[in-house]
C-alpha cells in the first residue's frame, strides 16, 4: 500500500484556517484522499465536526437605519439584514460554471435558503440565509474574491 505524500504547505494553510476559525477539527477530500486534522479537547469533549459544504461562522447583524452620509454609502431600512461573509475566499452564485444561480434579486427565501458558495482552499463552503424573507440585492459578483466580513447580500426580513 502507497502512502501518499502531503504537501506541508497546504498542511500549514490548513492549520492556520483551524486557527483563524477556532474550528476544533477540519476535514478535506480530495477525489480519494481524505485529511482530518483534530485538535485535542481540554476537558475531554468532543470537539464540534465542521465538515465541508456547511456554512461557516455568523453573519452579521443588520445595521440600524441611518441617513446617507457625505461619503455617499447607502442608507439601509432597519428592517434590512446584511449577509456577510464568514471567510476569505470566492464567491459563486452556483454550484458550478453551468448550473442555475443559486438565488435571484427579489426571491423570497428561508433561513435554509442556500445563497452562495465561498471557495476557501480548495473547500467549497454554502453559506445559507440564515433568516427569511426577500433577497433584495446581490452586492458581489461571480467569481469574485470576498474578505472576511464583507457583506454579501441584503434580505428584506419578513
Known sequence: MEVPRVDLDHLRDLMKLMDQFSFDELEVRDGAQRLHLSRNTVDGASPAIMMPQMAMGPMAAAPAAVPAGEGGEEALAADIKVITSPMVGT????????AATFVEEGREIEENTVLCI??????MNEIKAECSG???KILVANGEAVEYGEPLFHVKKS
Open 118 to 123: 465561498i471557495e476557501a482552499m480548495k473547500v
Open 134 to 136: 426577500t433577497l433584495v
Open 91 to 98: 464567491f459563486y452564485r452556483s454550484p458550478s460554471p453551468d
